[in-house]
């Protein structure tokens, strides 16, 4: 089992910053293949945010969010970040971070998810 805990999220304006934080545990963290980040706005469906690959850093964005969103993990601190610059009110959503164990498969664990919000 991987526990996850989300933080950072909350209520900012349009043009703003937010970090997001997610602090996996439960789990060597070698047996991480990549770590990302989901969205879902009221009325829709979860959507790929971010992920970026555990053990390489290598990473991928949403179109919607590349240039504006940067994902990066500390390895030490088994900690996961989503850095969010010129947020949009569009962004509002809960924000859920991720793990999987083999980059070919599904992602296994799922934190709780949390807010956030940009306001026009």
């Known amino acids: 089992q991987v526990q996850l805990v989300e933080s950072g999220g909350g209520l900012v304006q349009a043009g703003g910053s937010l970090r997001l934080s997610c602090v996996a545990s439960?789990?060597?963290?070698?047996?991480?293949?990549?770590m990302g980040w989901f969205r879902q706005a009221p009325g829709k469906e979860r959507d790929f945010v971010a992920s970026i690959t555990w053990s390489g850093g290598t990473t991928y964005y949403a179109a919607s969010v590349k240039g504006r969103f940067t994902i990066s993990r500390d390895y030490a601190k088994n900690t996961v970040y989503l850095q969010m610059n010129s947020l949009k009110p569009e962004d509002t959503a809960v924000y859920y971070c991720?793990?999987?164990?083999?980059?070919?498969?599904?992602?296994?664990?799922w934190g709780q998810g949390m807010q956030v919000t940009v306001s026009s």
């Open positions: 439960g789990r060597p963290s070698s047996s991480y293949a990549m």
């Open positions: 991720a793990v999987k164990l083999s980059e070919a498969g599904l992602y296994d664990y």
